[in-house]
Every structure is written in C-alpha cells, then in structure tokens.
C-alpha cells in the first residue's frame, strides 16, 4: 500500500519534465507498469485522482500501460513467460534465465493541450 | 495536442539518493544490509544474536525502521552499538530519504556493519533501494512454505533467505524443502540459511557469512 508516494512521485517528476505554465494543460500521463512491479494499477489511479485534486493536475486523467513479465531462458536461448512471476523456464523447465520485463514502473509521456 | 516523452523510472528519485547513500558506504568501507519481513518473522531477535556474536569482532550500527514506538530501538541499544530509531508514523517501508537523514546520527567511519532493519511488511519495502548492498530477507516456519509464491517480489528482489524459527518445525505445517524449493524458483540465486533465535542453532554459519563479507 505505498500507491500514494507512487502517486506524489509521478507528480513530482512530470513537473520537472513539463513547464510550469503548462501544468494546467496535461490531459493525460502515460505509465507503464510491470505485471510484478508490486504495484496495483486500480489503486494507484485511485491514490492520484485523490492528490491531484489539490494541484494544477486536477484534470489529467493517468493511463496505465500492462507490461507482461518476460524472461530470457538461457538454455533455449528464447523468451518466455509465466503467470507466477517464477524464474522458472516455461519450455525447458530450467532456471538459467534472466527478467527482461515486468517488474518496473515508468512513466512513458504526457499529453499536452497547446 | 503536444507529447512530451518522459521515459522516466517513477522510483528513480529514490534510486538516485540511494545511490548517493551506497557511494557513502563504499567510501567508508561499511557493509550493510537491509533486513526485510513480514511483521513478527524475528528480525530484531536475529539482529540480536548477531550483534551478541559479532560486537567484539567488528564494529555495528542498526538503523530500526517501524511504523510506531521505539521498542525495537531500545531493544538493540542493551547491546551498546549507535542505533538510530526511524518511526514511519504510517509509512509501509523505509525509502532512501530516511536512511539519508538517519544517517547524519552515525559516524559511518568505524562502523564495518550497518543493519537497516525495515518496517515489517512483506510487499512494500521490496521497490526501494535504500544503498544497502544486499537486501536479507527473513521467512519464518510459521508463515508458510507457499509465501515465496504469494509474495514473489520481495524474492525477487532479495539476495539472501534466512529461514527462521526452524525450532518449531515439528509443530507446525511447513515442509522446509518445500520452502525452499518455492523460493528457488522465484529466485535461484538466493542464498539460503536456516536459524533458530530460541536455540541459536544457524547462527554461527550466517555470522561467518557476513564476517566474509567485511572490509578492512
């Protein structure tokens, strides 16, 4: 349960990435979070529709982008994928592989209305 | 309609700190650790075994993180090593912000092992780099063997197990091998020890561990 810092920290960083006089013009900001980056997507829009209403970013609306874990399997030499979050190869059941995707959180881009 | 791509981590102002705070350590040649769990797992009883094995060898300080009280703190200060008590009032996790300001209370030059002991939570403290060079994290028998699979980030993201309260095993219904192998397959590099803070069986083995780990 820490979506409200997450939130704050959003915040935060598209203020550095935006000019003050247009703060008030952000329609949307883009994130993409991993299927395992210990985040909950419901929640976090939850937490940043409750902050915002305080800020310049009263109608930006935040859209969350769903990135699939995927790892490589050095054995197979291919990509692969689970549900559980396990380190574990789909194809060779080994454990020889590496987290290529889906436990970070980014934001991508906002929307400016000029 | 204009885009400004941003193309940012959103933990990335915590992660630039902590690694101001981990160049810190190197300088001053202190290893540290960052103690994860869930709450009531024995963090503070494996900190104070440790501590009781290790003071006359090195040089110990511990960093207590807690949502409320500085029970924990009083605990560890009966062992005479610098403590510094962090209390979240709420927070689930500590972040590098509060390991920074609790560090202008520790004289990190003698101190070879500093141990941040983080809230007691099994979710949240996993997204945040603190500057420790490795996070340990604390699973006792009680809790379960399938607790690697419900909570995989934290295993993720920790370097070491510690299987704790393995005195109880014979009274509770946790197969150890089935701990471990759940575990393993989150993260087949951890490394995994087993202790009991009742019988101070393991013990030994992990402070060798951490000895080997200390720079002169």
């Known amino acids: ?11 935060d960083i598209v203020k550095e990435n935006v000019p003050d006089t247009d703060y008030k013009h952000v329609n949307k900001i883009l994130l993409e ?18 902050i915002k209403s305080d800020t310049d970013f009263l109608n930006t609306k935040m859209e969350i982008k769903k990135i699939p ?28 592989t590496k987290i290529i995707s889906g436990i970070d ?8 209305n000029t | 309609m204009g885009i400004i791509t941003i193309e940012r981590k959103v933990l990335e102002k915590n992660d630039e700190l902590a690694s101001q705070i981990r160049d810190k350590f190197k300088i001053n ?68 912000k509060l390991v920074k300001d609790a560090l202008e209370n520790i004289d990190l030059k003698e101190i070879r092992f ?24 604390i699973l006792s028998t ?27 095993l014979p009274y509770v219904d946790c197969n150890i091998e089935n701990l471990k192998k759940n575990a393993l397959s989150i993260n087949p590099d951890l490394v995994v020890f087993e202790t009991s803070c009742t019988t ?7 402070c060798e561990w951490i000895l080997g780990n200390i720079k002169y």
């Open chain 1, 1 to 11: 349960m820490h979506e409200l810092s997450v939130a704050q920290n959003i915040i």
């Open chain 1, 33 to 50: 979070v991993g299927e395992f980056s210990g985040i909950v997507a419901d929640s976090l829009l939850y937490c940043f529709d409750v």
């Open chain 1, 69 to 96: 874990f995927i790892l490589f399997c050095n054995s197979c030499k291919t990509e692969t994928t689970n549900n559980a979050g396990i380190r574990m190869c789909n194809i060779c059941g080994g454990y020889d």
């Open chain 1, 105 to 112: 959180m980014k934001i991508i881009e906002v929307e400016v």
């Open chain 2, 29 to 96: 040649n202190t290893f540290v650790v960052n103690i994860v769990s869930s709450p009531g797992s024995g963090k503070t009883s494996i900190l104070e075994r440790t501590i009781e094995k290790l003071k006359d060898k090195i040089k110990i300080a511990v960093i207590e993180g807690d949502v409320q009280t500085d029970l924990d703190a009083k605990r560890v200060e009966r062992y005479s090593v610098p403590v510094v008590q962090i209390v979240t009032n709420g927070g689930c996790h500590l972040e590098a």
């Open chain 2, 114 to 137: 500093l141990v941040i002991e983080n809230v007691g939570n099994l979710v949240c403290p996993a997204g945040y780099d603190l500057g420790e060079d490795l996070k340990v994290l």
């Open chain 2, 142 to 168: 009680t809790e379960g063997e399938d607790k690697p699979l419900k909570y995989p980030k934290m295993f993720i993201n920790s370097s070491i197990l510690i299987i704790n309260k393995i005195d109880l």
């Open chain 2, 200 to 206: 101070g069986e393991g013990i030994e083995k992990w």
